[in-house]
């Protein structure tokens, strides 16, 4: 008998974190472009979020952050680290998957009739410094899930259909060893900025998972929520087991969608945030959706994990802790500092990737106990940048160390055969 838990993978912060303002739509990068970042302490923000939720007794896993600058991928450019344009450095250099939640679209087990869990790669192919990210994460993925009575790891969805990964889907189940009903969300237009997950993209997953259609749902992203700053459906909703927390906007037809959910699902809890409680900005300047929502394992119910910029958020605040104070799921709150990741757009669900698995059947090298993270934040403390100016992506020196960090990092996970 397995054990079928939800597995959270974090990726960890690569040493070439900073801020080059390359997401338009995403409002937080283009504030911060140009600012100093903070390697060593995002990376650290990130170790501590994994500590936090392992002390909940969560299960916890994490990726290696992928070789940066991407050199092979500026050879096929003709051109090379040293030589290349500005613009085209800094895409080269973003340490961008470091936000998981983009890296594949998951379908656990129960949901797919050969009963093994899938997961397809994001193309990611809207943005230019996350479209070189594919082909590190499946080398990646394919070695944490090579258990094959156990996992299948898909190839992309090929081009020019847009595939964000899993921030773009909600698994809705009576508890994660169940069936589900999977939720992909698309995008059709965002006013000035791109809708990034195509539906033929969530559609060939969904073929490609083999999973029952009348338990799949493809539901549209509001325009106005992603012209408000909502690239990723991740930023204004969040679902788990049998609970989706979402802003009353983030759907362009959310009472069909809420409709759809209930006809599968009689005993679902849809929770509403309404806009004249939260407003769509709010959301998006506090990122209360981009919360883990998870079943607690010692106390029962459920807690979200936030980022602390929505505890600094009045109305958002007073909402949460009413929330709480209710007789829903939702019982606690646990904010984080993750705010190196927050200012390019990424909270606390954004770093993670979930996985329903046994943990058995993963490669063990890529799951977290404390001393393997007080081990990785040894390697982060002694290598890791402690501060990126964009202006210094050209430096010689920064571009040796920032290789130089993550073989370390490699070395002291047994991970070193990744390749470069
Ligand atoms: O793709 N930021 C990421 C943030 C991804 C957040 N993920 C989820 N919502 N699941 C993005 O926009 C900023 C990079 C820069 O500007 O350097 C960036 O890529």
Redesign the pocket.
Known sequence: MSALVEINFDGIIGPSH??????I??IA??T??GATAYPREAALQGIAKMRHNLALGLVQGFFMPLDRPNSRWLKILGTTVESAEPHLR?VAF?A?SM?A??AATVSPAPDAPDGKCHLTVAN?QT?P??SHEWPGTFSQLEMAFSNRDHFSVHAPVPSPFGD?G??NHMRLCPGHDAPGLEIFVFGKSGGPFPARQHIEASKAVARKHRLDPDRVIFAQQAEIAIAAGA??N??VAVANERVLFTHEQAFEQPDALYDAIRSTLPDAEIIIVPADKVSLADAIKSYLF?AQLVSLPDEGGMALILPSEARENEAVWRYLTDLVAGNGSIRRLCPVDVRQSMA????P??LRLRVVADPGTVDPRFLATPEKLDAIARVVGDHWPKSIHPDQLSDPELIENVAMARDRLLAACGLSELDR
Do not use: T
């Open positions: 900073n801020y080059a303002g390359l997401s739509g995403n990068s283009s911060n472009a800094a973003s961008s936000w939640a983009n990611l943005m410094h996350r964000e899993a921030a690239f990723h991740d930023v981009n390019n757009g990424g909270g669900a954004c």
